[in-house]
């Protein structure tokens, strides 16, 4: 029997019914994508958590870490400079560790890594190592304002971490 429009057979509106299944079906497929995308996120995160640790650990990192060690930021300052007037080979070694948080720096901001994973893992040797550098870097940015712009831009982002994320069954909401 037709009744407004709509087929009911034994009371029963068996459209409704079929539009609210397949809604149900879509939604559920929805919540599986966004989970599979968070799992993938999360393992691309590990990956590249593993080759920055193996990068920090590298001789060539740490050649470029001991020429700065120990020093003020404006001992590094003009060391870095002296080295670069010079074409000394050091010059090339002392650019490694900055050019190892700009990359970071870099993913961070077009959304290859989240910041709350490098407040994480990084932060504190970030922090410092900019207080280190940012002279020379200040002076880099005077001839190449784009100089570690990246770096710098993290750093203001960790001196005020990001919100804290609370766990809501598999994925993450963020706290507003």
């Not at 060539?60 to 120990?70: I, P, Q, T, Y």
């Not at 074409?87 to 190892?100: E, N, S, T």
Request: glycine residues 4%.
């Amino acid at each position: 029997m037709l009744l407004g429009g709509v087929q009911q057979i034994w009371g029963v509106d068996w459209a409704a019914w079929l539009l609210a299944i397949a809604t149900a079906v879509v939604a559920l497929g929805i919540v599986f994508a966004i989970i599979g995308v968070s799992e993938t996120r999360k393992n691309r995160h590990g990956e590249i958590a593993v080759e920055f640790a193996r990068r920090w650990s590298e001789p060539h990192l740490v050649e470029s870490r001991k020429l700065a060690k120990g020093l003020t930021a404006k001992q590094i300052k003009k060391k870095y400079f002296r080295l670069k007037d010079s074409d000394h080979p050091d010059y090339y070694v002392m650019q490694r560790l900055p050019a190892f948080f700009e990359d970071i720096a870099t993913l961070e901001e077009y959304d290859f890594l989240d910041l709350e994973w490098i407040d994480s893992l990084f932060r504190t040797v970030a922090i410092q190592r900019w207080e280190a550098w940012e002279k020379t870097v200040k002076r880099l940015q005077e001839t190449d304002p784009d100089a570690y712009i990246y770096w710098e831009r993290l750093i203001k982002k960790l001196h005020h971490p990001p919100k804290r994320r609370w766990r809501f069954w598999r994925w993450r909401i963020r706290m507003t």
